[in-house]
Nanobody, 127 residues
Framework: QVQLVESGGGLVQAGGSLRLSCVASGRTFDRYAMAWVRQAPGKEREFVAALSWSDGSTWYADSVKGRFTISRDNAKNTVYLQMNSLRPEDTAVYYC????????????????????WGQGTQVTVSS
């Protein structure tokens, strides 16, 4: 059974940084895409970033390019989201999500199509 457990959220001032972690377990993820998806109050889910577990290829939403970095530590089965230059509009619950890379790319990383989800971690950016 796949489990994704996020941590690292919190309250930060605008311009600050946070690093989110997602520990994945339950299977091997070699053929998987690992992603971060966020949802702000009253808004739809939004794709943030994704990473191919096998070769480390990355994809980003335009809204976070140049500010956020997704990475992985294979030995720890952990995916990270380093968030710099945070803005109030980045405030949301951030979810770790996973699915086969072939499926994730077929759906163009549609945030509603991932198979596996973590419980989410709150990120609040104050102005």
């Amino acid at each position: 059974q796949v489990q994704l457990v996020e941590s690292g959220g919190g309250l930060v001032q605008a311009g600050g940084s946070l690093r989110l972690s997602c520990v994945a377990s339950g299977r091997t993820f070699d053929r998987y895409a690992m992603a971060w998806v966020r949802q702000a109050p009253g808004k739809e889910r939004e794709f943030v970033a994704a990473l191919s577990w096998s070769d480390g290829s990355t994809w980003y939403a335009d809204s976070v390019k140049g500010r956020f970095t997704i990475s992985r530590d294979n030995a720890k089965n952990t995916v990270y989201l380093q968030m710099n230059s945070l803005r109030p509009e980045d405030t949301a619950v951030y979810y770790c999500a996973a699915d086969y890379l072939s499926i994730a790319t077929m759906y163009a990383f549609d945030p509603n199509k991932f198979e596996y989800w973590g419980q989410g971690t709150q990120v609040t950016v104050s102005s």
